[in-house]
């Protein structure tokens, strides 16, 4: 009786699967993206742990001190956003210069391409901002709540006189730095002994205000409370390293090898009668790592470089009297063959290496030539568009044109002015301008040529300008008109 | 979950606005804009800043839709909450 309509409406049940269970949907969610637990980094000493405050200390000191430094009458290096000119050293660059911008820029990611084909991530674990700034934060908590342990008990502990006046020491510590930072930063924008003034009178101009508090505030949250978070999700260069390294690049690698299986055992026991390897399983590896991964996991993206388990576990191999290097700063192949140190360096010189090396070479050299060789003034010529040509007395045919001259040095420079191209061409007004230092002028020049110099119509002619104080020679081609 | 998000947002979004800043007052003196044919009535200093916000702002977007469109089917069929925490009709 039903036949006709089943018929018509052809269903597909839709069945599990046999034997499938669906996974619980939280369980699948969840493991995709587990929680964000907050690591509480052991401190660590050792060669790897010096290298870093080595690095700390001279990056600070270069950011902190640069904008103090004279160079003449101003600062030496200053971004000068407000009149649009960067000053560097003896080097005064303008908005036309930005083509130095992109080559510096393109210099930095081949750098970095460089160091992290041979070394890893040597910028992430010495010299990141990031890192850096943690590793200042992380030395003032652990001057105010103690090292890992003391701070994850004091944490877990309710509110008392003494965890409130830690913590109020601690942020008040981090927010003075930060607020450091972020006045150093804008001192890069804006003359930084102006700007000291300004702030001590608190009459900082809004902006100014505004990008210390937001340069300082971010500060403060990344090296305070987002630390590994920023290189582990935030940051783009972890996610392709890959595509730099290969398996002659020096990174932190577990020796596998020696180190499994591992297993807590006495001291005084004999290691060939255990069955276990030379790892210890202390976790103190674990426990040092700023971004809470575990090395002997294998080579990770969240690695930094940073060495703080290399230098961990060298010290607990000396306290139980084992070889140093179980874990180490060496390459795949080194570790996989044996190789010695000096086996391993000879790998370092390969063709990738040598071609970043090539490249960058060319980019610095080419940079280089190029800013000794430019121009220290410029010069754009404009038809003036009211005055075609005209006659003027003596029959003479007048053009005038529109010179703008711009002087890019610090000094006061004159200009000397001729015109070429045609028969008996000549200045009508004067040849010889002055021009003050980092300033621009626009001058109404005329320019006379005797009377049938040529066809009527538009020929070419140039400026030929000369720099009178210092050596420089420019040509601008233009169109002298000749009416009927 | 979400914090992670504004994250991914933000952070690719802030260095693009890093970098089109540079471009843009590169070749552009901000007192030479206008607003409806009148001189914007701010520093450099002033539309530097705006103008990094807005470039922010917009980049932002970007990195939103990006994300928003690389969730799985599972991630967007899926409701996000845990099951205490959901609202009344989203059952899955």
Redesign the interface.
Known sequence: MNNQTTGAKKIIPIVPQEGYTPPPADEVLVSLYAAHEKIYPRSVTGLFSNWRWGMVVLTQLIFYGLPWLEWGQRQAIVFDLGVRRFYIFGLVLYPQDFIYLTGILVISALSLFLFTAVAGRLWCGYACPQTVYTEIFLWIEKKMEGDRSARMRRDAKPLSIDKLWRKSAKHFLWLAVALWTGFTFVGYFTPIKELGREFLQMSMSSWEMFWTFFYGFATYGNAGFMREQVCKHMCPYARFQSAMFDKDTLIVTYDEKRGEPRGARSKKADLSTLNLGACVDCSLCVQVCPTGIDIRKGLQYECIGCGACVDVCDTVMDKVGYPRGLVKYTTENAMKQGWTQAQTMRHVLRPRVLVYTGILSAIVLAMVVSLSMRTLFKVNVVRDRGVMAREVEDGKIENVYRLQVMNATEATQRYKITVGGLPGLAMASETIVTIASTEARVLAVRVQAPANVATPGSHPMQFEIDSLDSPGHLTEKSIFMVPR | ?L??KM??IA??AFMMAGVLE?VV???V?PQNLHWFGQPLAL????I??LAFFVFWIITMASSALTTLLAMSP??VN?C?M??GDRPNGCS?
């Open positions: 979950m914090a992670r994250m991914w952070w690719p540079m007052f590169a070749l003196d520093s450099r200093e002033g530097y800043t599972f991630e899926h996000p845990s099951p899955k």
